[in-house]
């Protein structure tokens, strides 16, 4: 719970450090004195935007700090998670310069608004006057509902099931247009496939082709230079080979006389070699090759289909032909499955709604279960809180399709006076109404839940006398299961039942206009409760009235 708020900087406030303690406390003031301003800072530190307007004039920076008591409230997983170090007392400061920088912190550790968010929620609640309106949001009565009926363990089960069931729908959305898309193309994939798959296309071929197609279309030059060889190697016995020989056979013949003679006619001897075996091959190659019109057109119409083919598909290889064909031949075989794989996921789809539905369907039941206690509880508190005649019902109806929140559509519906029809709460109940009904929500909820503070900004609107006197008694029981209950109120019945009474009020100097708070001693709540009792003027009796109002507590 809410231990000690410091605020610097910040609207009208130059510097505030005030202590709060559990219980059912009060905060009372002049309209305009800057409880609002209060209610701001404190939003945020719940995560709510800032804005550099919010700075004081003249500052360069606005610093927001408060000190919880978070010992009770099982926080230590969640501050695991986000890393940040776990104490008993948690510290949440806020800072907004005047360049419109915003840092948060927890612990002393950097924080984003969506943590601090999150860790304000199990925190504080804070109720405004325009919350009021969320009575009639179907939203908050079924979050409501659910949160008296304790059945978080099968909403966090529906809620998986749920998101299964919705990302399997919408896969299978996706999954049904790509295949609708692709049977559109699917006579021109298998015109692609078919055409590659005619040109018989081999990985190489296209390089030994144009090879070929090289040495055909100058075979008479290849030919003419291969015989020239030939001829000065081998011809006749003037040629190449028969001198060589000749000159192995002269140094052989040294070989007995010559000692030297005998390395040289060895090499002369591997060239005699080397050369008839280049002058063999050369032939063969010579005889080999042939001018053949016929296979240089069938070469070169090979090569175009080969070249038009790259170019029609913006590729440079054969290698790169085959991939589109494997690809393109992939596509063609996904068509052809899409439609089992359609039918499975459907089945898929179809099983899971139905467990969303089973399960659905046992979250409405304990919600029905519950909302008879609920209307009960709801009624009983409501005539205690002047509405004698009041009828409280929740309504079911059936969704069509199921969503987050279940298969439910809830509706509160209500009725002040005796034999009058039930109908919407925003309706037909005015604003002092609406303010019991929800006061009456918001103890039922408190009860379920170890929500630390409540802090309602006066919802006591449209309410006074004795209803007052109710709704702080209330409020007052709220604050008794070490719980921490702030009522920010306008009406003395409701400030006289706080254990602590805390004013907000304005300082004017030369320059400029100050907001603060103080804690308020005995005799100043006697005196401030009078004053709310008489406006301007205080008097005798409005001082007695005081005194008694504050010896109920």
């Known amino acids: ?125 804070v109720h405004s006057q325009h919350q009021n309106l969320l009575l009639s949001n179907e939203g908050f009565q079924i979050k409501a509902l659910d949160v008296i009926v304790h059945n978080e363990q099968l909403l966090s089960e529906y809620r998986s099931l749920y998101n299964d069931w919705k990302q399997a729908k919408q896969q299978l959305a996706l999954l049904v247009e790509e295949a609708d898309k692709n049977r559109a193309d699917e006579d021109y994939y298998r015109y692609q496939v078919e055409q590659l798959e005619n040109a018989h296309l081999v990985d190489g071929e296209q390089e030994e082709l144009e090879e070929e197609s090289e040495i055909l279309n100058h075979a008479e030059e290849i030919k003419a230079q291969l015989y020239k060889v030939e001829q000065i190697t081998m011809s006749d016995d003037a040629c190449l080979l028969y001198g060589l020989k000749e000159c192995v056979n002269a140094m052989q013949a040294l070989n007995n006389v010559y000692p030297d003679s ?43 289909l080969i070249y038009s083919l790259q170019q029609k598909y913006r590729v440079n290889s054969i290698a790169e032909l085959l991939a589109l064909q494997e690809e393109f031949a992939t596509k063609l075989s996904a068509i052809s499955s899409s439609d089992e794989t359609i039918q499975q996921l459907q089945k898929h789809v179809g099983n899971l709604f139905a467990e969303v539905i089973a399960k659905a369907d046992n979250i409405s039941k304990q919600r029905k279960s519950a909302s008879e206690v609920i209307e009960k509880q709801m009624c009983e508190q409501l005539t205690l809180l002047g509405m004698p005649n009041v009828q409280f019902r929740v309504d079911f109806a059936k969704r069509k399709e199921p969503n987050l929140l279940g298969m439910d559509s809830v509706n509160f519906l209500f009725s002040a006076n005796k034999n009058a029809p039930l109908q919407t709460i925003s309706s037909v109940a005015s604003g002092g109404e609406i303010a019991r009904v929800m006061l009456t929500i918001k103890a039922l909820i408190a009860k379920e839940v170890k929500l630390p503070t409540i802090i309602f900004d006066e919802i006591d609107t449209g309410v006074s006398g004795e209803i007052a006197d109710r709704m702080a008694t209330i409020m007052l029981e709220m604050g008794e299961a070490n719980r921490q209950v702030i009522s920010i109120t306008h009406l003395p019945q409701i400030a006289s039942k706080g254990k602590v009474h805390y004013k907000v009020f304005k300082q004017d100097n030369e320059t400029e206009t100050i907001s603060n708070i103080r804690r308020l001693t005995d005799e100043e709540r006697i005196n401030e409760v009078a004053q709310m009792l008489s406006g301007a003027t205080l008097t005798e009796a409005a001082l007695h009235n005081a005194k008694a109002l504050l010896n109920y507590k």
């Open 262 to 304: 005998s390395e040289l006619s060895d090499r002369l001897e591997s060239c005699y070699i080397e050369l008839k075996d280049i002058a063999e091959e050369v032939a063969s190659k010579n005889e080999r090759i042939e001018f053949n019109p016929n296979r240089l057109e069938k070469v070169t119409d090979r090569l175009n």
């Open 1 to 125: 719970m809410l231990r000690s708020l410091f605020i610097q900087n910040y609207a009208l406030i130059d510097r505030l450090d005030i202590d709060f303690e559990n219980g059912f406390s009060v905060i009372t003031g002049e309209t305009g004195a800057g409880k609002s301003i209060i209610l701001g800072a404190i939003g945020l530190l719940l995560g709510q935007r800032a804005d550099v307007k919010a700075i004081r004039n003249g500052a360069t920076k606005c610093v927001i700090e408060a000190h919880f008591d978070v010992a009770p409230y099982q926080l230590q997983t969640l501050f695991d998670e986000n890393e940040w170090e776990y104490e008993d007392e948690c510290i949440i400061r806020r800072e907004l310069s005047a360049t419109g920088k915003s840092r948060a912190f927890v612990n002393d550790s950097p924080a984003s608004l969506a943590q601090i968010k999150e860790l304000g929620e199990l925190l504080v609640d």
